[in-house]
């Protein structure tokens, strides 16, 4: 049972080049997110699917987009890196949205956009 | 937009000494969770709160969910060194659909 993994773990990107970040979950869970963390900001949203054929924005969307593959998989797309987007990127699964489920996090992706 | 601040950002204290970290808002909460994050790891979630006033324990740490299920508090009892790590809280919306985090506690044990 490997849980929530994602890839890469690093990635040096080049303003204006695009990138797709990968997220899969064994665990059969519903709902998936996708968050960036900066320092001294916690955790943002930026999008996240409730269930296996939706997805809705969260707090900061722009500039990105997201795809949920299937149940197991959620990518997150760069179409155009910008510094900005230097951040840490945490992907989460958890059981269903109807209730205080757990959120269960990936290791993370350090993202560098020189 | 639900805003969640926690205070202090930053803590430094002796092993042995006690703490409270705060997590407060203006938004209403449907649940309160706490999670602890290690450097290069994902948050680990650490207890959920649900119902306001409710108070949870876990070995040395308390949770507390305020009444009015705006804030909550986590309190350390005799601090270890394996303490040490970035404490976030993380309320629920009321549509249980997302959560929204914190801006964190990075905590120090110094042995």
Redesign the interface.
Same mark, same amino acid.
């Given at each position: 049972n490997a849980g929530?993994t994602q890839t890469p773990k690093f990635q040096v990107l080049k303003t204006g080049q695009s990138m797709t970040l990968q997220c899969a979950q064994d665990m059969n869970h519903n709902s998936m %997110?996708w %968050?960036r963390q900066d320092p #001294?900001? #916690?955790?943002?949203?930026i999008y %996240?699917s409730?269930s296996e054929g939706t997805t809705?924005k #969260?707090?900061v969307p722009n500039g990105y987009n997201v795809s949920r593959l299937n149940k197991r998989e959620f990518s997150l797309r760069l179409e155009s890196a910008a510094p900005s987007q230097t951040s840490v990127y945490?992907c989460?699964s958890r059981p269903g949205?109807? #209730? +205080?489920y757990?959120?269960y996090?990936? +290791?993370?992706t350090r993202l560098t956009v020189t | 937009?639900q805003l969640?601040e926690?205070s202090p =950002?930053f803590l430094s204290i002796q092993e042995g000494e006690n703490l409270t970290v705060y997590c407060n808002s203006s938004s209403v909460f449907?649940?309160l =969770?706490w999670y602890r994050q290690e450097p &290069? $790891? &994902?948050?680990?979630?650490l207890v959920?709160v649900?119902t306001g006033g409710e108070v949870k324990k876990l070995k040395r740490l308390t949770f507390q969910f305020g009444d009015a299920r705006k804030d909550s508090s986590l309190h350390i009892t005799a601090a270890q060194p394996g303490d040490t790590g970035l404490y976030?809280c993380?309320g $629920?919306d009321e549509?249980? $659909?997302?959560?929204?985090? &914190?801006? &964190?506690t990075r905590l120090t044990i110094i042995p």
């Open positions: 929530v %997110y %968050y #001294g900001m #916690g955790l943002r949203l %996240y409730a809705d #969260g707090e945490f989460a949205h109807n #209730g +205080p757990e959120q996090f990936g +290791p993370g | 937009t969640l926690q =950002q449907s649940s =969770q &290069g $790891e &994902g948050p680990v979630l959920t649900v976030l993380a $629920e549509n249980w $659909e997302k959560l929204t985090f &914190g801006t &964190g």
